[in-house]
């Protein structure tokens, strides 16, 4: 159970304050999917960064769980990372000189995954996106975009977070292939129980969320 | 996989860039490592050439320049002064002097040859032209024991081949004759011959290994003063000192106490000028070093801030997904540390392979440019020898002469270069060095990207 109250995050730029996320509250339950939509510079990736504790808001809470993140030191945040978040980017962002399979258990070393359970986790996270022993073994390059994008989510995945933060993760892809994507965004988060917030300005992919909340400007409205 | 490991494999990520920082890194470390063989050399053959010198002064009358005469003869007393001085522990003196033909019935055994016979007597101002006589060096000597293992004469290696040596405050008639002096006028222990009108007993026989040193006969000082004239004169005196870090603490305590009566000549003066080009060097190959070790730290430090710019968004990701700063960092060590222990092992194995030709270049070009004071050395070193003589060098300057050059062409032909354990360990040190300076603004910069960043703008 994620609880968000009036979170809140301020730029100063040259040009003044940019409010680029303004007292959001919302709530997400265990293994449900929220679509987020917004314009471009609305706050979306802010608030991405927030919950995942990428950065610091000027106000506001994030219950995790029971857990207050935002009393969490630097190290805490770090775990917390590593263990209780999965990120799925636009743009992949796998490590280019790993194979696919060590993209995984990079996840599963910073999360202190045990040991002689990496192998086993790693390949049954590529079992669950679809990629085959081939496939695992190449470097992201010799991958297509959907293939990496699935690396990436078996990546997301690997550790057993609690949330999965996926900022426009079909921004990349051709419409067919993103529905691919999403579609195991939704499995995953069923079967794992795992809350999934995921960005995007399609309103197709959406449609194919549990629930949608708008952004706008900064402040987050529900979409009923 | 852990950081370190992914560390190592990053630093083949590109592998064009790393055999260029790896090539870089092991020309300077080479060159550091020649440069630290190089002084090895230079500063075991420094004080090998300090170990051997004398721990003697040689003082002589001012402006009494071998041959050429010269000066007004030092006093005994102003010479046994010199044993006031701290660090002194003896004061050998001479008195050199000419026998002519009509002073003894002695017969030299040098021939004065076409250039003698140019030059006879044409120097000193003493002698007499002749072109069949001339004239016999006589040493009056306090310390004959000294002059027989090399003191008076110059620096010769002179032993007692027969008979005994005369008490140094002797003023008997007495003598001990150069082998080559005693062949030629059939000269044995107790033969006799005259000098300045008076029998002088043979008492000893020596031999200094080179015709001219034994060409000369060696009295006790006092005997030489009385019967040459010359009370109390001295022409030349060679003081001993304890120790040679005190020699030229005496030397500079000698020339305060005798003035601008003598000149003072420590052999050490002569030798630290021949050291100068090897210290010239020494200080060449320590800038060169230090600037080798800094200038790989440099390259290996730009090196890795470009690689940490160019994977700024892999660190960001790295950091997203639950990395440490600290594993991140590390990473980044590991990769930084393989190419200095590449290019430091690359660079080691050629250190060797050139350090042997860059310090024989290093020390040739710079012995070309010392000639200069060979001119000082043999003068200074020819002090004891007496006027008037003929082409016959003083002993005293061909000794100081074959130090000279014999003794610089041998500097730099012993100048072999070793790998010690210390070089080795210097190498691991420099290397450890370069990749902590190297890492270290690599280090910063990885610790404040903020992970945030992988979320902007794509
Ligand atoms: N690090 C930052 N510094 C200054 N301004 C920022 C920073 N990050 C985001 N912003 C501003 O905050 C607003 C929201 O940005 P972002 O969250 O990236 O929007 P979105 O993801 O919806 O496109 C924008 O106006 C953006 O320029
Ligand atoms: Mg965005």
Redesign the pocket.
């Given at each position: 159970m994620l609880n968000v109250e009036k979170l809140s995050k301020t730029?100063k730029?040259e040009g003044g304050e940019?409010h680029?996320v303004r007292d959001v509250t919302f709530h997400a339950a265990d293994g449900e999917v929220v679509a987020i939509i917004?314009a471009?510079?609305?706050?979306?990736?802010?608030?991405l960064s927030l919950l995942g504790l990428l950065d610091a808001p000027d106000a506001g809470s994030i219950e995790m769980n029971g857990t207050q993140l935002a009393n969490l030191d630097s190290g805490g945040r770090t775990k917390y990372r590593a263990r209780e978040v999965g990120f799925v980017f636009q743009a992949f962002n796998l490590i280019p000189n790993l194979s696919a399979k060590e993209n995984i258990k990079l996840a599963l070393e910073f999360s202190n995954w045990p040991k002689n359970d990496r192998d086993a986790r790693a390949d049954a996270m590529l079992a669950m996106v679809g990629l085959d022993a081939n496939k695992a073994s190449r470097r992201p390059n010799k991958l297509s975009g959907g293939e990496q994008q699935r690396v990436a989510i078996a990546r997301a995945f690997a550790a057993q977070p609690q949330l999965i933060l996926a900022d426009e993760p079909t921004g990349s892809l051709d419409k067919a292939t993103g529905q691919k994507i999403v579609q195991l965004l939704r499995e995953a988060a069923n079967t794992q129980k795992t809350t999934v917030l995921v960005?995007t300005h399609d309103e197709k992919i959406a449609n194919q969320a549990d629930r949608r909340l708008e952004?706008e400007d900064g402040a987050l409205t529900e979409i009923a | 996989m852990n950081a370190l490991r992914r560390g190592v494999r990053n630093a083949f990520r590109n592998a064009m860039r790393s055999v260029g920082v790896v090539v870089i890194l092991a020309v300077a470390i080479a060159l550091s490592i020649s440069m630290l063989i190089a002084r090895d050399a230079v500063n075991a053959k420094i004080s090998s050439v300090r170990s051997s010198t004398g721990n003697t002064i040689s003082v002589s009358p001012a402006g009494f320049f071998g041959g050429q005469g010269g000066g007004t003869a030092l006093t005994t007393a102003q010479i046994t002064g010199l044993l006031s001085i701290p660090n002194v522990t003896a004061v050998q003196a001479q008195l050199s002097e000419r026998l002519t033909s009509t002073q003894t019935n002695l017969t030299s055994p040098t021939t004065a040859g076409s250039l003698g016979a140019r030059f006879g007597g044409g120097f000193g101002g003493g002698g007499t032209p002749t072109t069949s006589a001339l004239s016999i060096r006589v040493i009056g000597t306090n310390s004959p024991g000294n002059s027989l293992v090399g003191g008076a004469n110059g620096g010769g290696t002179e032993k007692l081949t027969s008979g005994v040596a005369f008490s140094p405050t002797s003023t008997a008639d007495v003598a001990i004759v150069g082998t080559t002096l005693a062949t030629k006028n059939n000269l044995k222990v107790g033969s006799t011959f005259t000098a300045w009108g008076k029998t002088i007993t043979v008492v000893g026989l020596y031999d200094a290994g080179s015709t001219f040193a034994d060409s000369d006969a060696l009295m006790p000082l006092a005997t030489v003063q009385t019967l040459a004239a010359a009370t109390n004169q001295v022409t030349g005196a060679t003081v001993v000192v304890n120790n040679l870090n005190n020699v030229s603490g005496a030397a500079t305590a000698i020339t305060k106490k005798l003035g601008t009566a003598a000149d003072v000549t420590s052999t050490q003066a002569t030798v630290e000028s021949q050291l100068a080009p090897l210290n010239t060097v020494k200080t060449i190959s320590t800038y060169t070093l230090f600037g080798a070790v800094i200038g790989a730290a440099l390259i290996l430090l730009l090196s890795m801030l470009m690689i940490v710019r160019e994977r700024r968004r892999e660190i960001g990701v790295l950091k997203a997904l639950g990395a440490t700063n600290r594993s991140v960092v590390s990473q980044f060590i590991a990769e930084s540390t393989t190419f200095t222990v590449l290019g430091a092992a690359v660079g080691f194995i050629g250190g060797i392979l050139v350090s042997s030709p860059i310090t024989s270049a290093l020390v040739s070009a710079e012995s070309g440019s010392s000639s200069s004071p060979g001119g000082f050395v043999r003068g200074a070193g020819g002090g004891f020898g007496g006027g008037g003589s003929g082409f016959t060098p003083p002993s005293g300057a061909v000794t100081a002469g074959r130090f000279r050059f014999g003794g610089l062409s041998n500097t730099f032909s012993q100048l072999h270069t070793s790998v010690s354990w210390s070089t080795l360990i210097f190498a691991l040190v420099a290397a450890i060095v370069i990749a902590a300076l190297g890492s270290s603004v690599a280090s910063a910069t990885i610790t404040r990207i903020r992970p945030?960043e992988v979320?902007?703008?794509e």
């Open positions: 730029f730029t940019v680029a917004g471009s510079g609305s706050g979306k990736s802010t608030l960005v952004i | 945030a979320l902007r703008s």
